[in-house]
C-alpha cells in the first residue's frame, strides 16, 4: 500500500495538542509516508524533527506564516506555507521574534484588563503560553478545565472576557516580505487553503495570479475542510498558473472535526502522489536524518 502525505499539521509548539515526536509516531501509525509539522508563526518544531533518527517516514521542515497582501487596493489576510528553508536564517528569526513578542505583549495587556475586571484568576492561569500562536479564550478555558473548576465558573469567565480579546492589530506581516524570507532562507512558499482568505472566486484568482508572480510555487489544493468543487477548482488554477500541487489534513487534535493525519475528514484527502512533494525531494529540500532518505530504492519503496 502506498503511503499518504501530510504537509500541513500542528504541534503542541502553536496551536496542536501532541508533541512533534506524537505527531511523527501516529503519522507512521496512519501510513503517512511523508510529513511536515507547519506550526503557526514558529519554527521550534523543525530542530526536534531533526533529533528524530531513522523512522520510517519522510519529514520536512515547515512552517505556516500569517499574512497580509494588500492587492488593487483592498487587503486579505492569508496563510503561507513555508518548506524546506533554513529556521536559522537571520530573516526568518527576526519574523519569528516579531510574532512572538506581539502575542506576548497583547496577551499581557489582556491579563492585566481581566485583572482589572476583578475577577478570581487563579494562579493556574500563569501556565498558559502566552507567546504562542493559540485561541486564547480556548486555551482559558482548558486550563480551567483541568483545574477542576467547575463548568459554570468557567462559562461566566469566558463570557465576561470575551469582549476584552485582544486583536492582535499588526501581528500578520507582509505577505511579499515572507515569501521572500523563506525564498531568501532556501526554502519554497505555498498558499495555503485558499477557501479560507475573505475572497470572491474573482479576487482569489488575482490573488493567486498575483502571488505565482512573486514567488509562490504551489497551492494548497487538497485540504481536510475543502469542498470537492473548491478541490476541483483549485486544481484547474495550479494548472493554469503552472504551481505544484499539495495536500495537509491540518491537523490539530484528535476529535477535530473527525481529523486524522493523512487521511483529512471521512477519508477526503488519502493523497499518495503530489507535484510539491516530487519538488520538494528534487530540491533536496527534506530532513535527511535516516539514512535511506535519499535512495532512489527508498523513494520508489514508500512513495
Not at 54 to 82: C, F, P, Q, W
Not at 103 to 110: A, G, S, T, V
Amino acid at each position: 500500500m502506498k503511503g499518504y502525505i501530510d504537509l500541513h499539521c500542528h504541534s503542541s509548539f502553536s496551536d496542536g495538542a501532541k508533541t512533534v515526536e506524537q505527531l511523527v509516531d501516529d503519522a507512521i501509525i496512519e501510513n503517512v509516508k511523508f510529513l511536515s509539522i507547519t506550526d503557526h508563526d514558529d519554527v521550534r518544531s523543525i530542530k526536534e524533527l531533526k533529533s528524530l533518527k531513522d523512522r520510517n517516514i519522510v519529514l520536512i521542515a515547515g512552517v505556516e506564516l500569517s499574512t497580509t497582501l494588500t492587492l488593487n487596493g483592498k487587503s486579505y489576510d492569508m496563510h503561507l506555507l513555508g518548506y524546506g528553508f533554513d529556521e536559522d536564517n537571520d530573516d526568518i528569526t527576526k519574523i519569528m521574534q516579531h510574532y512572538r513578542d506581539n502575542r506576548f505583549q497583547e496577551n499581557m495587556n489582556f491579563f492585566g484588563k481581566i485583572c482589572e475586571l476583578d475577577i478570581d484568576t487563579s494562579d493556574c492561569l500563569c501556565n498558559i503560553k502566552l507567546e504562542n500562536y493559540n485561541d486564547i479564550l480556548k486555551e482559558i478555558r482548558m486550563t480551567l478545565y483541568k483545574n477542576n473548576y467547575d463548568l459554570d465558573y468557567i462559562n461566566n469567565f469566558i463570557s465576561r472576557i470575551k469582549k476584552i480579546v485582544p486583536s492582535y492589530d499588526g501581528y500578520e506581516i507582509d505577505t511579499l516580505y515572507a515569501i521572500n524570507a523563506i525564498i531568501n532562507a532556501g526554502g519554497v512558499a505555498v498558499l495555503a487553503h485558499p477557501a479560507q482568505i475573505e475572497a470572491n472566486y474573482k479576487e482569489l484568482v488575482e490573488i493567486i495570479e498575483y502571488l505565482s508572480n512573486n514567488g509562490i510555487i504551489g497551492i494548497e489544493v487538497y485540504h481536510s475542510e475543502a469542498t470537492k468543487k473548491q478541490m476541483k477548482n483549485y486544481l484547474a488554477l495550479s494548472q493554469r498558473f503552472k504551481l505544484f500541487v499539495s495536500v495537509g489534513s491540518d491537523y490539530h487534535y484528535d476529535g477535530e472535526d473527525n481529523k486524522v493525519l493523512g487521511y483529512g475528514i471521512e477519508n477526503n484527502l488519502c493523497i499518495t502522489e503530489c507535484s510539491l512533494l516530487d519538488c520538494l525531494i528534487n530540491r533536496r529540500l527534506i530532513i535527511d536524518n535516516n539514512e535511506k532518505v535519499g535512495s532512489k530504492l527508498y523513494e520508489k519503496q514508500i512513495y
